[in-house]
């Protein structure tokens, strides 16, 4: 069998995702992160805060670094600020600048992340308290040497635990193809709710047939667009795991297992059939069966839903982030998976005219931004993407 129909098998391309000042007792703090889902946690981060974790922040990052974010980039940076502070940074050296190219969803990635952490902080006995862009907030099209927040945790032993922190741990997002039925009434009216109870931003989910067919043909066209461009294709071939050494050195991005593929037939393809070798030197087939699977995931979805703004600016992708955080965690909760499927959202210029074409069939006002696109279904559950260890983001 040749390289292509293998990579067939996989579902691969749907995506294709020192110490600061102030601090009190450093050498428990440099002791518990040493231990803190480093270089031998075969979890990847997945069992949530360690025993040596005394210092409620790394309780709290611990989960934190769980959160949603663009192919697993992590796109975070933590300066420990006091005994229990903490400043979020946009780590520049983890962008995907070919596919976002004004940072949007890079900043979405820093709202999931201060949701997940402040859910967290619930489980733990604390509240906290966020402070966006403290120093003030730039542009969306500039990335500036500025956090995106402060964080401050205050302990509070009456403080109301949130039920979606007991989800956190079980948290992905499934890149499966779906089972194409689409959300039951009851099930659309408890997200709707929950959308309601909790949300702001436009929340809007779609299940007729002439919807599930417009969005079959705009994702797959998206995908096309994306693909045919080298810079961007390779965007996205550098973030992918060919195999576990890579998963292993790197923890982060996004691979066979996210695709679904497990067992024997997972060995077989990445030791014999795909290596980042073969791709990098002709992405042709990669791309190709890219489109295909997006195809194919979406014709097997039957629900879609989107959250849009009517303003972008940094703290509307930020705030947009924390929503959809808290939206991905009660599908957990409902059973149902989830997956981004962003392409047609992205801002080059290549994609601008799709995108177009997508607002005008649902009615979205041109100014408008679409920030998330999702799908939602049922599947089987995925393994879970790497993270890297604590003492990775926390920077002097």
């Not at 294709?233 to 998963?247: A, L, P």
Request: a neutral charge; hydrophobic letters at 35%; charged letters at 25%.
């Amino acid at each position: 069998m040749n390289r292509r129909k293998f990579i067939s098998i996989l579902g691969l391309g749907t995506g294709a995702v020192a110490l600061t000042t102030g601090l009190t007792s450093c050498g428990n703090l440099e002791s518990s992160l040493s231990a803190a889902n480093g270089d031998q946690d075969t979890s990847y981060g997945w069992n949530g805060p360690t025993s040596e974790m005394k210092d409620i922040r790394l309780q709290v990052l611990a989960y934190a670094v769980l959160s949603p974010n663009p192919h697993n980039i992590q796109p975070w940076i933590i300066k420990l600020t006091g005994e229990k502070e903490f400043e979020l940074y946009v780590d520049p050296e983890r962008l995907l600048p070919e596919t976002d190219p004004y940072y949007r969803q890079i900043h979405i990635g820093q709202g999931t992340f201060l949701e997940t952490a402040a859910i967290a902080a619930t489980g733990l006995k604390h509240e906290a308290k966020i402070t966006l862009f403290p120093q003030g907030m730039y542009s969306n099209t500039e990335l500036a040497n500025k956090p995106v927040a402060r964080v401050r945790l205050e302990a509070n032993d009456k403080v109301e635990t949130n039920p979606l922190f007991a989800h956190i741990l079980n948290r992905h997002s499934n890149k499966r193809e779906y089972n194409n039925a689409p959300l039951t009434q009851a099930q659309v009216s408890e997200l709707e709710q929950f959308h309601a109870n909790y949300n702001q931003t436009p929340f809007t989910l779609v299940s007729y047939p002439a919807a599930k067919k417009q969005l079959e043909q705009v994702l797959t066209k998206a995908m096309k667009i994306e693909v045919k461009d080298k810079a961007r294709d390779m965007e996205t071939i550098k973030i992918f795991r060919f195999n576990d050494d890579e998963v292993m050195k790197y923890r982060d991005g996004f691979g066979t297992a996210q695709a679904g593929l497990s067992g024997f037939k997972r060995i077989l393809v990445e030791n014999f059939f795909l290596s980042r070798e073969s791709v990098e030197k002709d992405s042709t087939d990669f791309g190709q069966q890219a489109v295909t699977m997006t195809q194919k995931t979406a014709a097997s979805t039957g629900t879609f839903a989107w959250m849009s703004s009517k303003f972008n600016t940094r703290e509307d992708q930020v705030n947009v982030g924390r929503e959809y955080c808290r939206i991905n965690l009660k599908t957990i909760e409902m059973g149902l998976a989830q997956h981004p499927m962003s392409q047609v959202l992205q801002e080059y210029e290549d994609m601008l005219p799709l995108q177009g074409e997508f607002k005008r069939f649902f009615n979205i006002k041109d100014a408008d931004t679409v920030q998330m696109l999702f799908r939602l279904g049922t599947a089987e559950m995925t393994p879970h993407g790497p993270r890297r260890a604590l003492k990775d983001i926390i920077k002097a």
